[in-house]
């Protein structure tokens, strides 16, 4: 489990269909791993709004922050929640649509050429220990498949407008797990 990529999907992952993709450029490698963190509705967890959200049916009525967010037409690849579960939503051979107006190197539309993997979690309390664990075996299967040249967070490649996966989220800890 989470160690085979068969089509562009990870085995052992949930799979939940995403309209919010769109082909990769042509010749594109996937170079880039994104780490990003989301709840909904914020600094809550474990309810169906980040896969409502991903799959274009998140009810605006439902939280008066939904609102302000329900028309976005964002996915990621992968979703990480709290209790290890993790969720596929695009392909990795597609272009998920995870990081928005973002640069890495230089490198203009990171989403042309990354994987977009988001915890379920805030910028305001630690990730938990089953999600590093996941989230190190997943880093270990890309690398083993696609031509991983870097890892970043959002708020490294959208530094004026993202700030996740934030202050807790322990790089340190995570890249040792990865070696
Ligand atoms: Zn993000």
């Given at each position: 489990?989470?160690?085979?990529?068969?089509?562009?999907?990870?085995?052992g992952?949930?799979?939940?269909a995403s309209?919010?993709?769109?082909?990769?450029?042509i010749?594109?490698?996937?170079?880039?791993?994104?780490?990003?963190?989301?709840?909904?509705?914020?600094k809550?967890?474990g309810?169906?709004?980040v896969?409502?959200?991903?799959?274009?049916?998140?009810?605006p009525?439902?939280?008066?922050?939904?609102?302000t967010i329900?028309?976005?037409?964002?996915s990621?690849?992968?979703f990480?929640?709290?209790?290890g579960?993790?969720?596929q939503?695009?392909?990795?051979?597609?272009?998920?649509?995870?990081?928005?107006?973002?640069?890495?190197e230089?490198?203009?539309?990171?989403n042309?050429?990354?994987?977009?993997?988001?915890?379920?979690g805030?910028?305001?309390?630690?990730?938990n220990e089953?999600q590093?664990?996941?989230?190190?075996?997943?880093t270990q299967c890309?690398k083993?498949?696609?031509?991983?040249?870097?890892?970043?967070?959002?708020?490294?490649?959208?530094?004026i407008?993202?700030?996740?996966?934030?202050?807790y989220?322990?790089w340190d800890?995570?890249?040792?797990l990865v070696k």
């Amino acid at each position: 489990m989470l160690t085979t990529i068969q089509k562009g999907c990870l085995d052992g992952a949930r799979f939940i269909a995403s309209p919010y993709f769109n082909e990769r450029p042509i010749g594109e490698m996937i170079t880039l791993l994104v780490i990003h963190n989301i709840s909904l509705p914020p600094k809550q967890y474990g309810g169906p709004y980040v896969e409502q959200l991903f799959t274009g049916n998140l009810n605006p009525k439902e939280h008066v922050y939904f609102s302000t967010i329900y028309h976005l037409e964002v996915s990621s690849h992968l979703f990480i929640r709290r209790d290890g579960e993790v969720v596929q939503f695009v392909s990795f051979d597609k272009r998920a649509w995870h990081a928005g107006q973002s640069c890495f190197e230089g490198k203009a539309n990171c989403n042309d050429y990354s994987i977009g993997i988001e915890l379920e979690g805030c910028d305001f309390e630690p990730f938990n220990e089953i999600q590093y664990q996941q989230l190190a075996k997943i880093t270990q299967c890309l690398k083993h498949y696609y031509p991983i040249q870097a890892i970043v967070g959002h708020s490294d490649i959208a530094p004026i407008r993202k700030t996740d996966p934030g202050p807790y989220f322990d790089w340190d800890y995570y890249h040792n797990l990865v070696k």
